[in-house]
Nanobody, 122 residues
Framework: QVQLLESGGGLVQPGGSLRLSCAASGSIFSINAMDWYRQTPGNERELVAS???????NYADSVKGRFAISKDNAKNTMYLQMNSLKPEDTAVYYC????????????????WGQGTQVTVSS
């Protein structure tokens, strides 16, 4: 069983910074992708930042230059450094991962974290 546990959300003033973490635990053989999504009430979940096994990162246009995704492979942990936060960044942030639990499994399984609230307000 694989679990993704997010942490680091909270209330921050506009212009401030937060660092989100997503730790994957359980039966993990290999991780193909780890992404950050966010969702606001009444809207679909949107991709914020993604990183593949190649370590190439991609960002939504709305966060380019302000957010940075990184991974610590030894800890199976992903981070999202969020700088220059704006009120429109307020959302529940979710981490997503594609994981193989063993070398004998040929397909990737998708997992979601429980979400962490980020509120940007003065």
């Amino acid at each position: 069983q694989v679990q993704l546990l997010e942490s680091g959300g909270g209330l921050v003033q506009p212009g401030g910074s937060l660092r989100l973490s997503c730790a994957a635990s359980g039966s993990i053989f290999s991780i193909n992708a780890m992404d950050w999504y966010r969702q606001t009430p009444g809207n679909e979940r949107e991709l914020v930042a993604s990183m593949r096994a190649s370590r190439i990162a991609n960002y939504a246009d709305s966060v380019k230059g302000r957010f940075a995704i990184s991974k610590d492979n030894a800890k199976n942990t992903m981070y999202l450094q969020m700088n220059s936060l704006k009120p429109e960044d307020t959302a529940v942030y979710y981490c997503y991962a594609e994981i193989k639990p063993s070398p004998y499994v040929t397909t990737w399984s998708s997992y979601w974290g429980q979400g962490t609230q980020v509120t940007v307000s003065s």
